[in-house]
């Protein structure tokens, strides 16, 4: 059973930086496709990114230069560092992943290619 849990999120002031972190259980973690979304209040999901197998990653033009993503293979964490927050960063932050496939990842940042989610972890940003 796939098992995804986020941890890590807070309330910092603009301009702070978070870690976020999701443990992952019940399947390859290294040969997952992986990404990260978030929801701000009376928004939609969105991407933040994602990790491929390979360990290439994708972002958001929101997050670009700001947001990485990363992974310990031998703990199965994946984690999203945010730096330089801006209060419109705020919101419950998802992990997510696929279900194993022979023809590799898609998309990683459409959400409706995920299959498995965690239950968020709330992070807000103050101005």
């Known amino acids: 059973q796939v098992q995804l849990v986020e941890s890590g999120g807070g309330s910092v002031q603009a301009g702070g930086s978070l870690k976020l972190s999701c443990t992952a259980s019940g399947f390859t973690f290294n040969s997952g496709c992986m990404a990260w979304f978030r929801q701000a209040p009376s928004k939609e999901r969105e991407a933040v990114g994602g990790?491929?197998?390979?360990?290439?990653?994708t972002y958001a033009d929101s997050v670009q230069g700001r947001f990485t993503i990363s992974r310990d293979g031998a703990k199965s964490i994946l984690y999203l560092q945010m730096d330089s927050l801006k209060p419109e960063d705020t919101g419950t932050y998802y992990c997510?992943?696929?279900?194993?496939?022979?023809?590799?990842?898609?998309?990683?940042?459409?959400?409706?290619?995920?299959?498995?989610w965690g239950k968020g972890t709330l992070v807000t940003i103050s101005s």
């Open positions: 997510a992943a696929q279900r194993p496939s022979e023809l590799g990842c898609s998309s990683l940042l459409r959400p409706q290619n995920m299959d498995y």
């Open positions: 990790i491929y197998p390979s360990g290439s990653r």
